[in-house]
């Protein structure tokens, strides 16, 4: 992804204060690294707010039975796939 230039104004007290955390040497970077977490924020909020699910039922067979199901199913594979070993009798 290419760079391009955009002309921006901020206050001087605001280019001060990014210059006093980051350095003047250091604006652009810490200037798109908050607009992109700032979108990335309203982006989240955004989805939150609507009613489309974030995934379908279609798509997660293994949770027609529900999560709790699923996840007990996986704990007794895991069980069954464990050999018990008896402890060392030392003799």
């Given at each position: ?54 995934w379908k039922a279609e798509d997660h067979p293994e949770l027609k039975d529900g999560a ?8 007794h594979e895991s069980e069954a796939g464990i050999k018990v070993v008896p402890a060392w009798?030392?003799?």
């Open positions: 992804m290419g760079a391009k230039r955009a002309h921006i104004v901020l206050s001087a007290e605001l280019i001060a204060e990014i210059d006093l955390a980051v350095g003047p040497r250091g604006r652009s970077a810490f200037l798109a690294e908050v607009a992109q977490k700032e979108l990335n924020r309203r982006r989240l909020l955004a989805f939150l707010r609507n009613n489309v699910p974030a709790a199901a699923w996840v007990s199913a996986l704990r009798s030392g003799t």
